[in-house]
């Protein structure tokens, strides 16, 4: 009789640790950056770099949007690199704690 084992993924973090160790993760890019790790950040950017590409007047006029293109890159800010780097270190564990496979549903 041949037995199947599959990897199993590793057991979750116990919460009150996994809680702290984002407040110190969240709290360090505060103090370092002035910023916390606010993704809505990238999604403006995002909606500035469209509006620069669609409709660029409307875009330099609008209160909000119009000092992200001064320049016209947009997506030149930190927030974008950091959104970018987050998505990375998320799928590599991911990957490391085995809960990371691709599937067609």
């Known amino acids: 009789m041949t037995m ?3 990897n199993q993924p590793k057991p979750y973090w116990n919460p009150l640790f996994a809680g702290l160790a984002l407040g110190t993760v969240l709290l360090a890019a505060f ?3 002035g910023h916390g790790l606010g993704v809505t950040g990238l999604t403006t950017r995002l909606v500035a770099w469209l509006g620069m590409t669609v409709v ?3 875009t330099q006029a ?3 949007l119009g000092g992200m293109v001064e320049d016209g890159k947009p997506l030149s ?3 974008t ?3 970018i780097g987050l998505a990375i270190c998320a799928l590599i564990s991911a990957a490391l704690s ?3 496979k691709f ?3």
């Open 77 to 79: 800010a930190w927030i």
């Open 62 to 64: 609008n209160d909000y």
């Open 56 to 58: 660029p007047q409307m």
């Open 31 to 33: 103090v370092l950056t």
């Open 4 to 6: 199947h084992f599959e």
């Open 81 to 83: 690199w950091e959104v």
């Open 103 to 105: 599937q067609l549903d």
């Open 98 to 100: 085995q809960r990371f």
